[in-house]
């Protein structure tokens, strides 16, 4: 179960996780993908490293609920179905990674993979139409995706690069990202259900966290009306090499991999759960 204890006091640590959330749903909300990423870089020094995936990945789904809902009338579903299925066979062996395999590495390959969707897209041929990239791309990208989302929670960037590859505007790209991240993020829900993750500790924190989340998307909305299409696509890309460089520098997408296990090195401490017996 998830332990939390910031500075002695468990309300300000509810308090840092609803910061966080709320920061998170904005950028979701403003650039179509992002909420992950942006929690995990901070969440971990609240809540034990696996505790803070499962309490986002949670959290999330109201949150790309949300975002799907206001673009669905630009929905790409063929596309959809494609990445869909091909994240449906490799999401489990991310599951299975997060289970038993530590995440430095596994977040480096990550980035590396997020580096490669990046510079694919950058470095495509002139003469190539932006907007007809073979099938294949949206499988791959999906199942990539899928694997990230089960193993590191972060699937946005692979069919976040995808899309950014198909040359679509903001909405269309918005409606197809996060339309993709929340069928991934049920089956991976489903998942972590299945496998017994679910403990009372990560459902309360992630009941506490979804409305403040719900209204950082709410102000994205209003912000992403006043972004550029080409503004719009320049930030996706530095978000995605940034995203990237971390992930690969730093061995995960979190912080928690250089926070020290003992007690007294900072904010994360170990304690029976919230909803622990006496």
Not at 61 to 88: D, I, N, Q
């Amino acid at each position: 179960m998830s332990n939390l204890n910031l500075l002695g006091e468990p309300v300000w640590g509810l308090l840092l996780i609803a910061f966080i959330v709320m920061v998170s749903g904005f950028v979701q909300s403003s650039l179509g993908f992002g909420y992950a990423i942006t929690a995990l870089a901070v969440m971990p020094i609240i809540l034990e490293p696996r505790s803070s995936h499962i309490v986002i990945s949670l959290s999330g789904l109201p949150v790309l609920f949300m975002t799907a809902c206001s673009y669905k009338l630009c929905v790409e579903w063929s596309e959809v179905r494609r990445t869909l299925l091909g994240a449906f066979f490799l999401l489990p062996v991310g599951l299975l990674l997060f289970a038993s395999l530590p995440q430095q590495q596994l977040s480096q390959v990550t980035g590396l993979a997020i580096l490669f969707f990046v510079l694919l897209g950058h470095f495509k041929k002139k003469d190539q139409a932006v907007t007809s990239p073979p099938h294949w791309l949206s499988y791959l990208a999906g199942g990539v995706s899928g694997f990230l989302a089960g193993a590191v929670s972060i699937g946005g960037p692979p069919v976040a690069t995808y899309a950014l590859r198909r040359g679509w505007g903001p909405s269309t790209f918005k409606s197809f990202v996060s339309s993709c991240l929340l069928l991934i993020a049920s089956l991976k829900i489903i998942g972590l259900f299945a496998a017994g993750f679910l403990q009372r500790d990560e459902l309360f924190h992630a009941m506490w966290a979804v409305p403040f989340a719900i209204g950082g998307v709410l102000a994205g909305t209003a912000v992403s009306r006043y972004i550029k299409p080409q503004l719009f696509r320049r930030i996706i890309t530095i978000v995605l090499i940034l995203a990237a460089s971390n992930l690969i520098l730093n061995g995960s997408g979190s912080v928690h991999s250089n926070i020290s296990a003992e007690h007294s090195s900072g904010f994360l401490l170990t304690r029976p759960g919230l909803f622990a017996e006496s």
